[in-house]
């Protein structure tokens, strides 16, 4: 339809006979060669969709002469049988539409063009075959171990290509194939009314009624009552099940514990304490508590940072630090990001996830940022060996705010 | 008997010979070995060289802003026990001398060569000492321990670098530069002596191994063949997104509007 022709060429000569249109229009392609046959069978179909009575001159008015008659003849085709239903009130709105289903297609007229789409789509669908071939034997006898060097960096490129090669020839080709040499066609079909008719309507109603009645609720009282206590009571079972999300049911403990005791060594993701000793001034330290799955404990991570003794303007309770040692939960009080990333001349704390800015040297004060209150810091001393210990737990929760975190209470840690 | 004997008079002379070699080589150590300072003094002079050839370098380039006796001044910090390290990672990478004055300093072409950066080093570690970098030749560092810099890296590094060395955004215009263009001796004097804003990271916490465990790391992946095609800057799901919606979406959609105008 996109190559503009002369319609009437295109249909004078493609007028089969009746008994031809129905296996023509609905299997063209299993006609022996492709250019004549394709044109048949699209022209069968345009002339089922025209009037057989008398022929109309012009594109415009073909579409107003699809009528009755018509479609009941197309006995064949049950589509076009619903779908004349309505054609008869669309048809003068659907004029231009009409006329330009009619359009023939290069294909449709010249034997050549159809034989050079029945070209392409055969050549599309040899590519696929051969992609599916290459696929195979790239998977079967390609070296896969992928290396800089002496590796082979085309495996994965190799396998989508012939990936590619191989769903894509098969679409495209039925694509082409469709559009080219199947019949070219528009068919309008409207939708049924959505509603029941009025006299389905009223024998449903009818039916519950008499349903009702013989089930002898109304008339015993009983039953009903009985009925409605233990089908009723139902209701009540979810009930309880919403207790789980209120706090009556919560463990608390969860959200509000973390892995530190008073005691519990600060130990490196490789399980080795940390020694006063260890650290320079501006140095920081992933931390974990020293406990079974210590590092593996998502909750207690800690950032331990080193600065300068008269650097450190204020923590967050008096004796948790040691000599410009301090520690905070490395987990932003936001969303629980980790916050690790550490200035070590301004003392910023920043969590990457939503710029969240802490001062380190001042009780991780949020200086920027939507976290609602600073981290919570990890009171730290030194055992007799001269490594870092935990006083205890954090005493408030770390992380994001939950429903049940009271931001008043201390939790219970004695200092 | 015999024969085992006749083998055992001919090595006699070899074991004599071992023995006397021995000998002397022990005396010469025990009795002469003062002496080996003075072939060490060639080694001094060229670094009292060096020293002298990087304060003319010194005087000339860095005095203004780092005072003339590296005191430092309104333009500069003070210098001394900085290190031989800082300057390895400040003038090698380009950062000095400044361009302007900003948030941090930027990654410039570098304006002094690897000898001269040698011969400034030297200056400094010369009036104050500091932390020095161990022998590390940027081509020399070919091979390490991939699997432990990789974790360390990860540990200590990828919150600020990003998981690839990319490089990352921090408060108030400061950033984390990409790692990319960092040689290997910038790579290990910035986790030794911590620049501008950048943690330190002692030898107590990594160890020199460690660190060149880390830095070879990290040279690795910043060089590493891309499998995937283009890396988009290697920032993660942003980028990646971005294009996904973008051209690949607006590729769809343009070829949806196509196919229905052809149809």
């Known amino acids: 339809m996109s190559t503009p022709m002369d319609p009437q060429g295109g249909r004078t000569g493609g007028a089969p006979t009746p008994g031809a249109q129905s296996t023509g229009g609905q299997t063209p392609t299993n006609e022996p060669i492709g250019g004549q046959s394709s044109f048949d069978a699209a022209g069968s179909v345009r002339d089922r969709l025209r009037s057989p009575g008398p022929q109309s001159s012009g594109g415009d008015t073909r579409g107003s002469a699809i009528n009755e008659g018509d479609f009941e003849q197309s006995d064949s085709r049950a589509d076009l049988h619903e779908g004349g239903r309505d054609e008869r009130q669309l048809s003068a709105s659907r004029t231009p539409e009409a006329a330009e289903i009619q359009e023939p297609r290069t294909e449709d007229i010249d034997p050549a063009a159809a034989k050079a789409a029945e070209r392409l789509v055969s050549a ?44 894509g020839g098969v679409g495209a080709g039925a694509v082409v194939w469709a559009k080219r040499l199947m019949p070219d066609e528009e ?45 009723g009571s139902l209701a009540l079972l979810p009930v309880p099940l919403l207790f789980s999300f209120g706090p009556f049911q919560h463990k608390e403990r969860v959200l509000r514990e973390t892995s530190w005791r008073q005691g519990v060594r600060l130990i490196r993701q490789n399980g080795t304490p940390v020694n006063r000793d260890d650290m320079q001034l501006g140095g920081i330290e992933s931390v974990f508590p020293d406990v079974p799955r210590g590092t593996k404990a998502a909750d207690s991570a800690v950032l331990l940072i080193r600065m300068r003794p008269e650097e450190l303007r204020s923590e967050q309770a008096e004796g948790w630090s040691v000599d410009g040692y301090i520690a905070y939960s490395a987990i932003c009080t936001h969303l629980g990001c980790p916050v690790k990333l550490y200035e070590q001349q301004t003392h910023h704390l920043l969590c990457p996830c939503h710029q969240s800015t802490f001062a380190a040297d001042r009780g991780c004060e949020v200086l920027f940022g939507p976290a609602a209150r600073p981290l919570p810091q990890l009171a730290i001393s030194v055992d007799d060996e001269g490594y870092f210990v935990a006083q205890g737990d954090f005493d408030q929760p770390v992380g994001p705010s939950y429903w049940e975190r009271n931001p008043t209470s201390s939790y219970g840690r004695d200092v | 008997m015999r024969t085992s004997s006749g083998r055992l008079s001919r090595l006699i002379p070899y074991v004599v010979v071992l023995l006397g070699l021995t000998l002397v080589g022990g005396l010469y150590t025990a009795f002469l070995a003062p002496q080996s300072s003075a072939t060490e003094a060639p080694d001094a002079g060229a670094q009292s060289m060096a020293v002298k050839a990087g304060r003319d370098l010194y005087l000339q380039g860095c005095s203004t802003c780092h005072g003339l006796n590296l005191e430092g001044g309104a333009g500069g910090p003070a210098l001394q026990g900085v290190g031989a390290s800082a300057v390895v990672f400040q003038v090698e990478s380009g950062r000095m001398p400044l361009a302007n004055a900003g948030p941090q300093a930027d990654r410039k072409k570098p ?39 990789g974790e360390l890296f990860r540990t200590n590094c990828s919150s600020c670098h990003n998981f690839a060395g990319a490089g990352g955004a921090l408060t108030y215009g400061k950033y984390a530069p990409r790692l990319e263009p960092a040689s290997a001796r910038v790579i290990y004097s910035a986790m030794q002596h911590g620049p501008e804003q950048m943690p330190r990271f002692s030898d107590g916490q990594l160890s020199e191994e460690e660190k060149k465990a880390v830095t070879y790391y990290v040279r690795y992946i910043t060089r590493a063949a891309q499998p995937g095609g283009s890396d988009l800057g290697k920032f993660g799901p942003v980028p990646e997104g971005l294009v996904i919606w973008l051209v690949g979406i607006g590729a769809l959609v343009i070829a949806t509007l196509w196919i229905g105008n052809r149809a």
């Open chain 1, 187 to 231: 068919a309008v079909q409207e939708r049924h009314p959505f509603g029941s008719d009025p006299d389905e309507r009223s024998a449903t109603g009818q039916a519950l009624k008499e349903g009702l009645g013989q089930t002898q609720l109304p008339r015993r009282s009983l039953l009903r009552n009985t009925v409605l206590l233990g089908a």
């Open chain 1, 124 to 167: 599309l669908f040899v590519m696929s075959f051969l992609g599916v071939v290459g696929f195979i034997v790239t998977y079967i006898f390609a070296p896969f171990q992928y290396g800089v060097e002496d590796g082979n960096q085309a495996y994965t490129p190799l396998l989508g290509i012939f990936m590619m090669m191989a769903l």
């Open chain 2, 111 to 149: 304006q002094y060569s690897v000898a001269e950066v040698d011969q400034l080093a030297a200056y400094i570690q010369a009036n104050g000492g500091g932390p020095q970098l161990p022998s590390l030749d940027n081509a020399e560092l070919t091979d390490g321990d991939l699997q432990e810099g």
